[in-house]
């Protein structure tokens, strides 16, 4: 006698506020599970709920911040093994350096992503810097307790942190790329009246450049720099949460009407009777538009995933055909012609040049005025800019503002000179700092001095 197939009981529902799944915190399947994913995994713990869907675009931020982030850690990753493998004194950091480019295996590879990571790092916090500046998102718009002015000083406070951990690490090879480089930095300083030498100083440890200052540059680039960019990012990012998000939020906020309600007629049965009219209402208007939100997980974290994975990837691909200079061991009787500052401070090393003159036989300090005085200046500019621009808060998060036309018009020139002269001074200047054409040649010159 045939007997029917039993048919396996339905597997019973999960209790409220589990998931079986292992990795159900990276695909959550409603936004109940979107909303319980931040609060228990922890490494998303740092994103919000529900994220402002413009604010996605790639083409508004470019994700220059992400970006950022992903360069610095990739800076520790990969500093990590170099920690290990360099040694910093003046007798044997050059030898060390040389074995891990040609002794230790995928060393060259791993001291490639390093540098590149380095110098990539400074141009895309400088480029974030300028897209923030563009679209206003320094300013304060609809949400309350904002301080976007303040997470823009904090910007500006990063940039120079970034320049100096990439300066500090430029010497650490010792060889004569580096000793140079940093040669002609730290004299900028010593330009100053009065106090130059003793700053000078300060930064090198002594009057020469020797061994105290490569314990000291080798400290600022390992400990103390990186500690306090990383403090630093972590306020940037918890005031980003703090503000509502990205500035482009404000924008919409402020645009978007207010969305009320006719109050209904009612009838009220009270003692005396019934009473006709409108029932008690309250009247609310809502800056937040929950049409334009998505939940973080997975949006904003797949985003995130492609930005920094795709930056790993590009930085490794750069690595493998690109390879970190290696010159000649440090020698300070040996001066090269020309000495040039690392690239990012070349625009500056091109304005001391194009400042110092004679008048009536008096000599102007261009090392004081270009290197010193105008950089001070751009700074403070900077730093006040929130304060100083008076446009509209509908200009909070906005392309090119109308309202902010003439200030993005002089913010991008003063970017234009400062790219163009890192050009001049990259390519277009040669022996003595003469300037030379590309097709040009350089006349041969003794390399002692």
Same mark, same amino acid.
Request: aromatic share 12%; proline share 7%; hydrophobic share 50%.
């Given at each position: 006698?045939?007997?029917a197939?039993?048919t396996p009981?339905?597997?019973?529902?999960s209790a $409220?506020?589990?998931h079986p799944?292992p990795f159900?915190s990276?695909? $959550?399947?409603s936004?109940?599970?979107a @909303?319980?994913?931040?609060?228990?995994?922890?490494?998303?713990?740092?994103?919000?709920?529900?994220?402002f869907?413009p604010?996605?675009d790639?083409?508004y931020?470019?994700?220059?911040g992400t970006?950022?982030a992903?360069?610095?850690?990739l800076?520790?990753?990969?500093?990590?093994?170099?920690?290990f493998?360099?040694? $910093?004194?003046?007798?044997r /950091?050059?030898?060390s350096?040389?074995?891990?480019e040609?002794?230790v295996?995928?060393?060259?590879?791993?001291?490639?992503?390093?540098?590149?990571?380095?110098?990539?790092m400074?141009?895309?916090v400088?480029?974030?810097?300028?897209r923030?500046?563009?679209t206003?998102?320094?300013?304060?718009?609809a949400?309350?307790?904002?301080?976007?002015e303040?997470n823009?000083?904090?910007?500006?406070?990063?940039l120079?942190?970034?320049?100096f951990?990439?300066f500090?690490g430029y010497?650490?090879p010792w060889?004569?790329?580096?000793?140079?480089a940093?040669?002609?930095?730290?004299?900028?300083?010593?330009?100053?009246?009065?106090v130059?030498?003793q700053?000078?100083?300060?930064?090198?440890?002594?009057?020469?450049?020797?061994?105290?200052?490569?314990?000291?540059?080798?400290?600022?680039?390992v400990i103390?720099l $990186?500690g /306090?960019?990383g403090a630093?990012f972590a306020?940037?990012?918890?005031r980003i949460?703090k503000? @509502?998000g990205?500035?482009?939020?404000d %924008?919409a906020?402020t645009?978007?009407?207010?969305?009320?309600e006719?109050p209904?007629l009612?009838?009220t049965y009270?003692l005396?009777?019934?009473? %006709? @009219?409108t029932?008690?209402t309250?009247r609310a208007?809502s800056?937040e538009a929950?049409?334009?939100?998505?939940?973080?997980?997975?949006d904003?974290?797949r985003?995130?995933?492609?930005?920094v994975?795709?930056t790993f990837a590009?930085?490794s691909?750069?690595?493998s055909f690109?390879?970190s200079p290696?010159?000649?061991?440090?020698?300070?009787?040996v001066?090269?012609?020309?000495?040039k500052?690392?690239w990012?401070?070349l625009?500056?090393?091109e304005?001391?040049?194009?400042?110092t003159?004679?008048i009536?036989?008096?000599?102007?300090?261009?090392?004081?005025?270009?290197?010193v005085?105008?950089?001070t200046?751009?700074l403070?500019?900077?730093t006040a800019?929130?304060w100083?621009?008076?446009s509209?808060?509908?200009?909070?998060?906005?392309w090119?503002?109308?309202s902010? %036309?003439?200030q993005n018009?002089?913010?991008?020139?003063a970017v234009?000179v400062v790219v163009?002269?890192?050009?001049v @001074?990259?390519?277009?200047?040669?022996p003595s700092?003469?300037?030379?054409?590309p097709?040009q040649?350089?006349?041969?010159?003794p390399?002692?001095i």
């Amino acid at each position: 006698m045939a007997t029917a197939a039993k048919t396996p009981p339905p597997e019973a529902p999960s209790a $409220p506020g589990v998931h079986p799944k292992p990795f159900w915190s990276f695909k $959550p399947r409603s936004d109940r599970e979107a @909303g319980d994913a931040i609060v228990a995994n922890f490494a998303l713990h740092w994103f919000p709920a529900k994220v402002f869907k413009p604010s996605l675009d790639w083409n508004y931020s470019f994700w220059l911040g992400t970006i950022s982030a992903a360069l610095l850690l990739l800076l520790v990753v990969s500093g990590l093994p170099l920690l290990f493998l360099y040694v $910093p004194s003046v007798e044997r /950091a050059y030898g060390s350096v040389k074995d891990i480019e040609w002794v230790v295996t995928f060393g060259s590879w791993i001291r490639s992503v390093h540098r590149l990571s380095a110098h990539l790092m400074v141009a895309a916090v400088f480029l974030h810097l300028v897209r923030v500046f563009l679209t206003g998102a320094y300013k304060n718009g609809a949400g309350r307790g904002q301080r976007r002015e303040w997470n823009w000083v904090n910007g500006v406070v990063m940039l120079v942190l970034t320049l100096f951990l990439s300066f500090t690490g430029y010497l650490l090879p010792w060889d004569q790329l580096a000793y140079w480089a940093v040669t002609v930095g730290t004299n900028i300083a010593a330009s100053v009246p009065w106090v130059g030498p003793q700053v000078r100083e300060l930064m090198i440890g002594g009057r020469n450049i020797d061994q105290a200052t490569l314990i000291r540059f080798y400290v600022l680039h390992v400990i103390l720099l $990186p500690g /306090a960019l990383g403090a630093l990012f972590a306020y940037h990012m918890w005031r980003i949460r703090k503000d @509502g998000g990205l500035a482009r939020v404000d %924008r919409a906020a402020t645009l978007r009407e207010k969305q009320t309600e006719d109050p209904a007629l009612t009838k009220t049965y009270t003692l005396l009777g019934i009473a %006709r @009219g409108t029932a008690p209402t309250i009247r609310a208007a809502s800056l937040e538009a929950r049409d334009l939100t998505v939940n973080a997980v997975p949006d904003l974290v797949r985003r995130a995933a492609v930005s920094v994975l795709g930056t790993f990837a590009v930085i490794s691909v750069l690595a493998s055909f690109l390879r970190s200079p290696l010159e000649e061991a440090a020698n300070p009787l040996v001066t090269p012609n020309p000495a040039k500052a690392p690239w990012y401070f070349l625009w500056l090393q091109e304005i001391v040049t194009d400042t110092t003159f004679t008048i009536a036989g008096f000599t102007v300090n261009g090392a004081f005025l270009g290197g010193v005085i105008l950089p001070t200046l751009i700074l403070a500019v900077l730093t006040a800019w929130p304060w100083l621009d008076r446009s509209p808060a509908e200009a909070t998060g906005v392309w090119f503002h109308g309202s902010r %036309r003439k200030q993005n018009a002089a913010f991008l020139l003063a970017v234009l000179v400062v790219v163009l002269l890192t050009i001049v @001074g990259t390519f277009l200047r040669g022996p003595s700092w003469e300037f030379f054409w590309p097709w040009q040649a350089w006349p041969e010159l003794p390399t002692r001095i």
